[in-house]
């Protein structure tokens, strides 16, 4: 019988190549598609790789993700599941770990003012974050409430205190010019580098992926 010389590491890694993540919950394929294919090396060979490195910009690891899949789809494939299925070979090292590590269903996990962030660049961070990935598929008053729910105590009690009343108790068009109004004054006030111009070393961030297993929050490294 043949031997496997392989470490243990080796064998670990190859284990975790063949699982599917917890985190993925397959959709029913839709009208006129198969969920059943298989993934292709010539796809597998050209996706972008993300390792979870403090350089790496996990939004565009998204789209250039999005771009190869959706170009190397089957006609008869479901997209969305190909893309679902093909993502964990996407990411590399610490990165997939964190992907074997989500709980099932996990989705946005949010966004946060960092300290000394101003409420103007905090602002215009959340919607350039929102912008970035546009197939987010995610309601307005549910990005309002976590972008309410990022800010530092302060931030939300003045934010509170020019709604009148608690901003979440507003429509969602009246809590964005509320918002947009109160970056507006505070960058005339206070100026938009009067605090900061730094980012703050760790962020939580909103990351959208398209699938709805994907939280692509960037992983911590070293």
């Known amino acids: 019988m043949a031997v496997d010389n392989r470490s243990i590491k080796e064998l670990s890694a190859s284990e975790l190549d063949n699982a599917v993540p917890l985190c993925i919950q397959y959709p029913r394929a839709a009208a006129g598609k198969t969920d059943v294919f298989e993934l292709k090396s010539s796809l597998l060979h050209h996706i972008p790789k993300y390792h979870g490195l403090s350089m790496e910009d996990p939004n565009k690891h998204l789209k250039e993700f999005e771009v190869v899949c959706s170009s190397m789809t089957p006609i008869n494939v479901d997209g969305n599941i190909l893309k679902m ?19 099932p269903g996990t989705k946005i996990s949010g966004i946060q003012q960092g300290p000394g962030e101003s409420f103007p660049v905090y602002y215009e961070r959340f919607k350039t974050l929102v912008a970035s990935c546009p197939q987010h598929q995610m309601k307005e008053e549910l990005l309002i409430q976590y972008f309410y729910e990022g800010l530092l105590p302060l931030e939300r009690q003045m934010l509170d205190a020019s709604a009148g009343g608690a901003l979440v108790d507003k429509t969602p068009v009246a809590a964005k010019i509320l918002i947009a109004n109160r970056a507006l004054k505070a960058q005339q006030y206070e100026g938009v580098g009067g605090r900061d111009h730094a980012q703050p070393s760790q962020v939580n961030e909103v990351r959208m992926g398209k699938c709805q297993c994907h939280r692509l929050s960037r992983p911590n490294s070293t």
Request: proline share 5%; net charge neutral.
């Open 85 to 103: 299925k093909a993502f964990p070979f996407s990411l590399m090292d610490k990165a997939k770990d964190w992907l074997y590590e989500l709980a």
